[in-house]
């Protein structure tokens, strides 16, 4: 079989894509039941009524109150959480996963991409950008890709072939982001596994 620049690089990336997505999906999921359920059942003394029954107590508008904040509040640590200090939280990770995914197609398939605004906050915009960066993927013609095999590529001062660009660079940067981003929902406690990184076969 001959080489495919493009089998290579746009299927593995939405495949990757699609698995960020369903990281972020586990996270989402927990930080609902993680944050509600310590939450639910706290109580200030011992002899006075939980959560729970305040909130029974209480009317439908502060119910909802309640749940509404407590559901940003636990989303909002999580996507903003890190490995370590001088690294980019959950947020940036996702962020660059998604440009180093559409900018080999910009680069190898010498087409134009609208850019992000770099100003996602929670999981529900999170999933857009991911959801956007497969569409444009999806859209590329593959002979576009495979043609630039031997077209040089320059980049922020750096300069490869096609093929070494996607080996080297692209697919290696896409999934050192993958992988951080994985590693900070796992460091927080979301339960997923190598399954889960490895995502659903095709």
Request: glycine share 6%.
């Amino acid at each position: 079989m001959p080489f495919s620049l493009y089998e290579i690089t746009v299927p593995v990336f939405i495949h990757g894509l699609k698995t960020l997505s369903h990281l972020l999906d586990v996270g989402t999921e927990q930080v609902k039941f993680d944050g509600e359920s310590k939450l639910i059942t706290s109580r200030l003394v011992e002899d006075q009524g939980d959560l729970v029954f305040q909130v029974q107590k209480a009317s439908d508008a502060a119910r909802l109150l309640v749940v509404r904040l407590v559901k940003f509040d636990g989303e909002s640590k999580l996507i903003t959480s890190r490995l370590v200090e001088d690294q980019g939280d959950l947020v940036f990770q996702v962020q660059k996963a998604s440009d180093a995914a559409r900018l080999l197609v910009v680069r190898l398939g010498k087409v134009e991409s609208a850019t992000f605004a770099n100003d996602e906050a929670t999981f529900e915009q999170l999933h857009a950008r991911i959801s956007e960066t497969i569409k444009f993927l999806e859209s590329v013609d593959p002979k576009q890709i495979d043609q630039a095999e031997s077209d040089i590529i320059e980049w922020n001062g750096q300069k490869l072939i096609g093929s070494a660009y996607a080996v080297q660079f692209a697919i290696p940067n896409f999934y050192f982001h993958l992988t951080t981003a994985y590693s900070i929902l796992r460091k927080d406690g979301v339960q997923i596994g190598k399954a889960d990184f490895l995502g659903k076969k095709n």
